[in-house]
């Protein structure tokens, strides 16, 4: 067994890892050299707009880093052969087609959803009533 001692391992570290690679299979070599490959293990999300996305583009940090949409986020579910691998919702209608939730929470969920979608921060009547400076989130759910 391979220890992990980092947040990131270069490809061939990863296949061995990973991979279910037989003994004098070496699948790595076909993508050229084993250190021009490095897979972050933790990778790193930023979720943000507004000073931070502004610090951060005026600093010229993209010279060092990659910045991407994401496409979703998944959840495991359950370990060894019978994990699943679901998407976690990020509209109404993925909410109501989840598995990662009952019936009840789809709903909660779809209704979450739909108010982030049509919130606007310097509309009031989008609020639904809560006065957004001093409520805590447990309050929105």
Known sequence: MITMEAASVNIETLFKTYGNVRDGEEPWKKYGRVNDWNVDLIPKLLMSNGELTNILVSTDVTRYLEFRQIAGSYVQQGEGPKATVAKVPSDAGEALRSSLMGLFEKR?????????????????????????A????????
């Open 108 to 132: 909660r969920a779809k209704k979450f959803l739909e108010w982030v979608g049509e919130f606007k921060e310097d509309d009031p009547s989008t609020h639904l009533g809560l006065n957004l």
């Open 134 to 141: 001093s409520v805590t989130m447990k309050d929105v759910y």
